[in-house]
Nanobody, 125 residues
């Protein structure tokens, strides 16, 4: 399984960006996928995700109401729509996948078997 994240860039505070994660090598419908981010000097943290074979989306408290994760099984692609961006959202964003992801482990990096290369999001204030 390979993951290719894209869509990052520079945006002003309050603006929007949509990240994409193209999945190859396995049907997206059989995978759970999560977005994580890592800001300079900080640890990687969970942003949003959904468990294997569908189900409710889960979000970190810091992005609830602003970010939306979605999936297009036909395109084997996962999206992260980010609205009302803040300077503290500046980070490298990574998508990750697992064939055995369950709700209780969506936020855990160790639960994911496959990782993309990351895309940089910079929010200017």
């Amino acid at each position: 399984v390979q993951l290719q994240a894209s869509g990052g860039g520079l945006v002003q505070s309050g603006g929007s960006l949509r990240l994409s994660c193209a999945v190859s090598g396995r049907a997206l419908s059989s995978l759970g996928v999560g977005w994580f981010r890592q800001a300079p000097g900080k640890e990687r943290e969970f942003v949003a995700g959904f468990k294997s074979r569908g189900g409710s989306m889960v979000y970190a408290d810091s992005v609830k109401g602003r970010f939306t994760i979605s999936r297009d099984n036909a395109k084997n692609t996962v999206y992260l729509q980010m609205n009302s961006l803040k300077s503290e959202d500046t980070a490298v964003y990574y998508c990750a996948a697992s064939g055995t992801l369950i709700v209780s482990s969506i936020h855990m990096m160790s639960a994911y078997h496959y990782w993309g290369q990351g895309t940089l999001v910079t929010v200017s204030s």
